[in-house]
């Protein structure tokens, strides 16, 4: 039988996980919780500065910090070589660090694309491909959580790029998840829905949504979830072995279903929703 974190209640006394884009949001939400229940955190962010405030928050005994571009591969590598080398290898990398953009594909640009799959995307790919084969070798169980989102599993118009993303992080994780798992490494997506976080307000968005960022800023911040409730879905996703863990799934999930349902269901669905979350008029 493979090795697997049993006790739903465990702490993570002792532990030690790293979780990249830790200076604002998820991240950084879901390095304080780990932090509390006993973890040693490497948080890492492209602002030294926000990921700085957060270890002294925490304690230099309890967090390191680390400027990290998740786009480029060498900087990931050199990353995991650093946590390695201290010798205490990792139990839980959460794959964290995303950036959020919106916009008609007409006032899309390749930028934009090279952008949003190279943080979404390759980040993630560059994280798994830097720390799986080293945690693999230690010899225990251990979890890699990727940050998706609900728009990996339901798509929405007018964001090609994002769910192009974000889609291919739910691939990515449930390809791994089958091919690791036997081998005591579990990965697992999770998919936030509406969650108010600072990632709304410094999408890059064009277009129709550009012109209404104060309205989705203003959207997000009353029907969004806390990212507090993100990092308790991480966690529990680490304790549970779960592969897809939706959050909230009051909100994700019902989407979700009917589209897996019907194809047809998740196009209205894709074509629609930008009408809820853009406001009026919106919608094609």
Not at 244 to 270: D, E, F
Request: proline fraction near 4%; hydrophobic fraction near 45%.
């Amino acid at each position: 039988m493979r090795a697997r974190y049993r006790d739903v209640d465990m702490d993570f006394t002792g532990r030690i996980v790293v979780v990249t884009g830790a200076g604002s949001g998820i991240g950084q939400a879901t390095a304080r919780l780990f932090s509390r229940l006993g973890a040693y955190v490497h948080g890492a962010d492209v602002d030294r500065g926000s990921v700085e405030a957060l270890v002294a928050e925490l304690g230099e005994e309890r967090a390191a910090a680390h400027e990290l571009d998740v786009r480029d591969a060498a900087a990931v590598e050199a990353f995991a070589v650093d946590v390695f080398a201290r010798g205490r290898g990792v139990d839980v990398l959460h794959n964290n660090a995303g950036i959020g953009h919106a916009g008609e594909i007409e006032h899309t640009t390749i930028e934009d694309w090279d952008r949003v799959i190279g943080v979404n995307l390759l980040g993630v790919a560059y994280g798994v491909q830097a720390f799986a084969p080293r945690m693999l070798e230690q010899g225990r169980p251990a979890s890699i959580v990727n940050t998706a989102s609900s728009l990996g599993l339901v798509a929405m118009g007018r964001m090609a790029p994002y769910c192009a993303s974000k889609f291919g992080v739910v691939g990515l994780t449930e390809a791994l998840h089958a091919e690791l798992a036997p081998r005591g490494l579990h990965v697992c997506a999770v998919c936030p829905g509406i969650i108010d976080t600072p990632i709304t307000r410094n999408a890059v968005l064009r277009g129709t949504p550009g012109e209404r960022r104060e309205g989705i800023a203003g959207f997000y911040g009353r029907y969004g979830a806390s990212a507090d409730q993100v990092a308790g879905a991480v966690v529990d996703a680490v304790r549970r072995n779960r592969v897809i863990a939706p959050v909230p799934r009051s909100q994700v999930s019902p989407a979700w279903w009917a589209k897996r349902m019907s194809h047809r269901t998740g196009q209205v669905i894709a074509r629609h929703m930008p009408r809820v979350v853009l406001g009026r008029g919106a919608g094609t």
